[in-house]
């Protein structure tokens, strides 16, 4: 019997297809904690730990990230909407190893000496963008469930456009991480420059009209 694999991705999950989906997402997500539990019960976080767990956590949450983004193209490309129902869980997701990446930098890399925190800062400006980036997650984190959405009505979606700001910011703060081998925050930023370039493709009817330009 041959299997239409095509039309299989192409359909809509049922219910209980969608709860088993959402499911294996969300242990997706937790693995890179699980993982970090793991290696550091078994002492295997290498010669620098704190180092390892705030570059693994910063990691998960921009990867997070820009496989959140990525749900509106598929969209756009498909017409199949089923999978931006894992939108806000990725999103918290992203949120939740964000907070964990700041608090390891803040309690365990500096042990909240605010005035060795300013200093790094200043040597290192991508501390600032790093930051700058979290903050802007706050109100996006805040405003995630169907209460704000249904408050907030337009402004939910004006407010929820600044995760392409936050992606931004990200992918460039990771670039100034790295020094020499610019090879993987140049994939991320090629990911990010290809999924704002699918949404501006679909979008340009919308924001010719926006702005006024006559064609």
């Not at 949120?95 to 790094?120: G, N, R």
């Amino acid at each position: 019997m041959t299997v239409d694999f095509f039309s299989f991705i192409k359909r809509t999950p049922s219910k209980k297809q969608m709860s088993w989906i959402k499911t294996l997402a969300f242990l997706l997500a937790s693995f890179p904690l699980i993982r970090l539990i793991w290696l550091g019960v078994h002492d295997n976080l290498s010669a620098n730990p704190i180092e390892f767990i705030e570059r693994s956590t910063g990691f998960w949450a921009l990867l997070i990230l820009l496989i959140t983004l990525s749900l509106t193209p598929i969209r756009l490309i498909t017409n199949r909407v089923w999978q931006l129902q894992l939108r806000r869980m990725l999103g918290l997701f992203m949120f939740f190893y964000a907070c964990l990446h700041i608090t390891i930098y803040l309690w365990l890399d500096f042990s909240f000496v605010w005035a060795d925190i300013s200093k790094d800062i200043i040597k290192h400006p991508r501390i600032l963008l790093g930051f700058f980036a979290f903050i802007l997650t706050i109100p996006l984190a805040i405003t995630s469930n169907k209460a704000m959405v249904r408050r907030l009505g337009e402004r939910w979606k004006q407010l929820h456009q600044l995760v392409y700001l936050i992606a931004i910011l990200g992918v460039v703060h990771f670039w100034w991480l790295v020094k020499k081998d610019i090879r993987e925050p140049l994939l991320y930023a090629s990911i990010l420059v290809l999924l704002l370039a699918i949404r501006i493709y679909y979008k340009k009817d919308s924001i010719i009209t926006k702005l006024g330009i006559k064609i």
